[in-house]
């Protein structure tokens, strides 16, 4: 069953360094989601991304945060210059985009990127 | 307000018994949808059952079942014969509308299956 692939499963990070990290969604989704969750904390929404460009954004996602999609394949969220408060475990997720709703149609999850900024 | 409302931080249930998670959420669309994931120990998002706003049956999937309660907007999540490894985090989530919309996830209701 196709699935939601994130590398790499754990970073260690100096504050202030740039940290890249890479999402590949399932293949025929056209949607594409970067959501983080502190540690025991609830899941919150960074960016949304369709068609090449970002559709919505949260004010957590500010100008140190960015998103690409490369390649037909990759999608990738950069943290330009991180903070002690970006530890966090980051879920890229994807959906395939139908019109209105059915359970074919939910974000799938990769299994998520522990970073941990020092 | 909060979008989804997770009142049970945590859970104790006995294997092979049901138990109920609660969720309530907060929307003033009328085309939303609800969705129930999974997050073990691990840490993976496991996508479990969902529930669109204009469905009449309640949702179910093998063990889970929702109890969707469209007037008190309650969608409630029922594991039936609970098995050692339903214990983890479960969080309730809703989309509004349609397109890209982004998911709002409740603060999540940890389960644990005791022998």
Same mark, same amino acid.
């Given at each position: 069953?196709?699935?939601?692939?994130?590398?790499?499963?754990?970073?260690?990070?100096?504050?202030?360094q740039?940290?890249?990290?890479?999402?590949?969604?399932?293949?025929n989704?056209?949607?594409?989601?970067w959501?983080?969750?502190?540690?025991?904390?609830?899941?919150?929404?960074?960016?949304?991304?369709?068609n090449?460009e970002?559709s919505e954004?949260?004010e957590i996602?500010?100008?140190?945060?960015?998103v690409?999609?490369?390649?037909?394949?990759n999608?990738?969220?950069?943290?330009r210059?991180?903070?002690?408060?970006?530890?966090?475990?980051?879920f890229?997720?994807s959906?395939?985009?139908?019109r209105?709703?059915?359970s074919?149609?939910?974000?799938?999850?990769?299994?998520?990127t522990r970073?941990?900024?020092? | 307000?909060?979008? %989804? &409302?997770? &009142?049970?931080?945590?859970?104790?249930?006995?294997?092979?018994?049901?138990?109920?998670?609660d969720?309530t959420?907060? &929307?003033?669309?009328?085309?939303?949808?609800?969705?129930?994931?999974?997050?073990?120990?691990?840490?993976?998002? %496991?996508?479990? %059952?969902?529930?669109?706003?204009?469905?009449?049956q309640?949702?179910?999937?093998?063990?889970?079942?929702?109890?969707?309660?469209?007037?008190r907007?309650?969608?409630?999540?029922?594991i039936?014969?609970?098995?050692?490894g339903?214990?983890?985090?479960?969080?309730?989530?809703?989309?509004?509308?349609?397109?890209?919309?982004?998911?709002y996830?409740?603060s999540? &209701?940890?389960?644990?299956?005791?022998?």
């Open positions: 069953e196709p699935e939601v692939t994130q590398t790499p499963s754990h970073q260690v990070t100096q504050m202030g740039e940290v890249i990290l890479r999402c590949v969604p399932i293949s989704h056209l949607y594409f989601y959501y983080r969750q502190i540690l025991g904390q609830k899941v919150e929404f960074l960016v949304s991304f369709y090449n970002i954004k949260s996602f500010d100008d140190q945060f960015s690409e999609r490369p390649d037909g394949s999608f990738t969220l950069k943290i210059s991180t903070k002690l408060e970006d530890s966090a475990m980051y890229c997720a959906r395939m985009g139908f209105g709703f059915t074919t149609d939910t974000q799938y999850f990769g299994p998520g970073l941990t900024v020092l | 307000a909060q979008k %989804i &409302t997770q &009142t049970q931080p945590g859970m104790f249930v006995q294997e092979k018994e049901a138990v109920t998670l969720c959420y907060d &929307t003033s669309d009328q085309s939303y949808g609800l969705f129930w994931y999974k997050q073990p120990s691990s840490g993976e998002m %496991i996508f479990l %059952i969902y529930q669109g706003s204009y469905d009449e309640n949702a179910t999937e093998g063990r889970y079942s929702l109890n969707f309660q469209k007037a907007k309650s969608a409630n999540l029922v039936s014969a609970s098995q050692l339903d214990s983890a985090m479960y969080f309730c989530a809703m989309r509004e509308g349609a397109g890209f919309n982004k998911f996830f409740g999540g &209701t940890k389960l644990n299956v005791k022998p």
